[in-house]
């Protein structure tokens, strides 16, 4: 393969969401104000080098709330926790900051509403992931997993006349809407949710990615391997044409044998990677031939949300103004992590 034609294509959008970005720096502002440790329940996004960074600036990952010590500070993760969650950090008296992301946050009040209403709900997401599991404690009794496609046939519901399809935020959009058509075929009076669950970043990153991945010989998704929208992306650069596709954590994981033959690489990240670890995989390829980079812009992304309350109040107290909370909450590259 002739030198000249080694090319990158870099997806736009990429990496960091709203959700995540708010998340990390409610850890980052946590750690600030309260000093460390700051407790974390759960990974508070899924990306290995997010984790092990703040973990050496002092926050502590736990699997549950019984892990902390009665009155500490524990911060909820991204993808959300169930009811039971804050009744046990309250028998606990622990300080609660939530990072949940409000999309999540959204699914979640949808299913009271449905729930409230009597419905059976059909939540479209893969069994035991921690916003699955978050979304479905809401409404125990109400709620039913449907695991994709594979699924439907085994899902039974009260009365076929009163169900309702909700989804985790991170799916695969094409996947989805076959599980959807499947459940309609069984149950055709199915009623759609209210505004997409699926987010708009994942939706965003999977755009970009059907959009380059037939020119793709090699699509290199930087994301951790828990990371459900970072595994969907090699997915659905495989489905649209890339005649290869690989997750990595970091560059160094890149197996150079996948170069062989290559002219055209993808390159794109998950929504909880941050940009440094793409710039690493694209100095990498650069180094090896690709240093024809090529921007692939399938949507522009201003969204950002305000920090928690918990988190902008204790900000407040300490002299910060609206505009530096404003400031601190920004998608702005302020920080190692971003
Ligand atoms: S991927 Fe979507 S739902 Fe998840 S944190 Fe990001 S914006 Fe929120």
Redesign the pocket.
């Known amino acids: 393969m002739a030198e000249n034609t080694r090319r990158v294509l870099l997806a736009a959008p990429r990496g ?5 970005d ?2 990390v720096v409610t850890v980052e502002k946590a750690l600030e104000l309260y000093g460390p440790p700051v407790y974390v329940r759960k990974e508070i ?1 899924h990306n290995k080098h997010v984790v092990t960074t703040l973990e050496k600036r002092g926050a502590i990952f736990v699997d549950e709330t019984d892990e902390v010590p009665e009155g500490a500070t524990v911060i909820f993760s ?2 959300g926790v169930a009811p039971i969650v804050h009744e046990e950090a309250a028998a606990r008296s622990l300080k609660t900051v939530d990072a949940t ?4 946050t959204k699914v979640h009040r949808e299913a009271v509403r449905f729930a409230d209403a009597d419905y059976d709900i059909l939540l479209i997401g893969h069994e035991g992931h921690e ?1 699955v599991v978050g979304t479905s404690g809401e409404a125990p009794d109400h709620i039913t997993i449907v695991d994709g496609p594979a699924d439907v046939a085994n899902v039974g519901v009260r009365d076929p006349e009163k169900v309702v399809w909700l989804s985790q ?2 799916l695969s959009v094409d996947e989805t809407m076959e599980t959807v058509r499947l459940l309609r075929e069984k149950f055709p009076s199915l009623q759609d949710p209210p505004s997409d669950d ?5 939706q965003n990153r999977q755009l970009a990615v059907k959009q380059m991945a037939r020119e793709c010989d090699l699509m290199i998704v930087v994301g951790s391997r828990n990371s459900s ?1 970072s595994v969907r992306l090699v997915e659905v650069a495989l489905e649209h044409g890339s005649r290869a596709g690989h997750l990595v954590d970091y560059a160094a994981e890149i197996d150079e044998g996948w170069l062989d033959g290559v002219s055209t690489v993808g390159v794109t990240s ?3 990677v941050p940009e440094i670890l793409v710039r690493e995989v694209l100095e990498f390829l650069s180094d090896r031939g690709f240093g024809d980079v090529r921007p692939v812009v399938a949507a522009e992304e201003s ?1 950002m ?1 305000a920090l928690p309350n918990e988190i902008r109040r204790d900000l407040k107290a300490a002299g910060m103004s609206d505009k530096m909370i404003h400031d601190a909450a920004s998608l702005a590259d302020s920080g190692s992590l971003h």
């Open positions: 960091y969401c709203a959700g995540v708010r998340a996004v991204a993808h992301c409000p999309l999540v916003e935020t991170t699926i987010c708009y970043a994942t929208n998950g929504a909880s969204l949300f």
